[in-house]
């Protein structure tokens, strides 16, 4: 307990010097960050923005955000194909998982990539949310190939972003905003993105994974250093200019009014033009979840729900979501490389076959889905 007390006490006042760099001007001597939207931009936002309804997106060719975007294995026609199977549901949005890696190696070249990719989703009426930063799963990321599926194992090749080297380097991790304000920069007032997720849940150790005592791959001081990153990738992005709103998503613990929010769940809040969430549980604790978050008067976006084995299904947790207009992004699109498919315990339990119910995921490769029933549903919601 004084090892937990004396880390909040510590963190509380990069909370508050967070906050305040975000609105100083820089040290280049560039204008300050525009501050965050007030509620009443946010929905004004929301108003003329059609109901956002899809899915997380990576092509079933890639195992991770690398093999999709690095210029070797980024597979536009998978994108292509995949894509059209989401406009036959009625998705008009994708949440993608960018990194910084292939930005480092060739900045125009990634830029081109990822035009080219919205120009496909365009083409399928789909427009992108955009993932800048994500705490989850493998801490080492490496350029260059990328190592082949484990058999049964749900995301044994994502890579988090940035890595653990880069978060204990300085000098690496001011490089990053040259990553953000390219990225953001270029896009920041293209129609087709419809969000930026600044960075996806900043304060997961992946306690059931990389983090288990047995690999103990995690920096032991994660969160330290990730709690500056998450307040200027904020900042920077707002300095690059982005006109379409800002967000990260919480995503445990308690949101409600009252509650005593550790220090990064407080920044994600504090920060967020729009609140994101996510939820992988049924109908009831999906409602109490939303109204925990109805006190910030804001926009809701859940950019993560949808575990079958869970409760999260499209037949009870879509309808709820259309009906509070809370845009909707589940997990898991084509089944291929990410395995995800699996559940969350095969990192503790061993699967040598398909799952006769499927974690996430919605088609096979081929464009067959696990269950047409589901399509239906998808489509009576949609109108697709």
């Not at 010097?17 to 280049?28: E, H, I, N, T």
């Not at 406009?87 to 900045?107: K, T």
């Not at 989703?121 to 490496?142: E, M, N, T």
Request: with cysteine.
């Amino acid at each position: 307990m004084a090892e937990i007390l004396c880390r909040v006490i510590w963190l509380a006042p990069l909370v508050m010097l967070g906050m305040l760099a975000a609105r100083a001007p820089a040290a280049d001597g560039a204008s300050p960050a525009p501050e965050r939207w007030t509620p009443e931009r946010a929905r004004q936002w929301a108003d003329k923005t059609p109901w956002l309804v899809g899915s997380n997106f990576i092509p079933s060719t890639a195992i991770n955000e690398l093999e999709m975007w690095q210029a070797d294995t980024f597979d536009l026609a998978a994108i292509d194909r995949e894509l059209g199977w989401a406009q036959q549901l009625g998705f008009n949005s994708v949440r993608v998982f960018l990194h910084n890696i292939p930005w480092d190696e060739d900045s125009a070249g990634f830029l081109d990539r990822i035009d080219k990719f919205l120009a496909v989703a365009q083409k399928h009426r789909i427009g992108a949310v955009f993932v800048l930063f994500d705490s989850c799963w493998d801490p080492h990321p490496r350029p260059g190939k990328q190592r082949e599926p484990k058999l049964g194992l749900h995301n044994s090749g994502w890579v988090q972003c940035p890595g653990a080297d880069v978060l204990h380097d300085p000098a690496a991790t001011a490089k990053l905003e040259g990553y953000v304000k390219g990225v953001v920069g270029r896009f920041k007032d293209d129609p087709r993105v419809n969000l930026w997720d600044v960075y996806n849940e900043p304060d997961n150790t992946n306690d059931s994974s990389y983090g288990r005592d047995n690999l103990k791959q995690e920096p032991a001081d994660k969160l330290e250093l990730t709690l500056p990153l998450l307040l200027n990738a904020f900042a920077w992005a707002r300095q690059a200019g982005a006109t379409q709103p800002l967000t990260s998503a919480v995503w445990h613990d308690d949101w409600s009014e009252g509650a005593k929010l550790k220090p990064i769940p407080r920044a994600q809040l504090d920060n967020s033009d729009v609140i994101s969430f996510h939820v992988y549980a049924d109908l009831p604790a999906t409602h109490e979840r939303v109204e925990s978050l109805r006190h910030y008067h804001r926009p809701l976006v859940c950019t993560e729900y949808m575990a079958r084995p869970t409760g999260s299904t499209f037949a009870s947790i879509l309808p709820y979501l259309r009906q509070e207009r809370v845009a909707a992004y589940n997990w898991g699109f084509v089944a291929g490389k990410t395995n995800t498919i699996y559940p969350w315990d095969s990192w503790q339990k061993t699967y040598t076959a398909e799952p006769k119910i499927w974690f996430h995921d919605i088609f096979r490769p081929d464009g067959t889905p696990f269950d047409p029933r589901e399509m239906e549903t998808i489509k009576g919601i949609t109108g697709g």
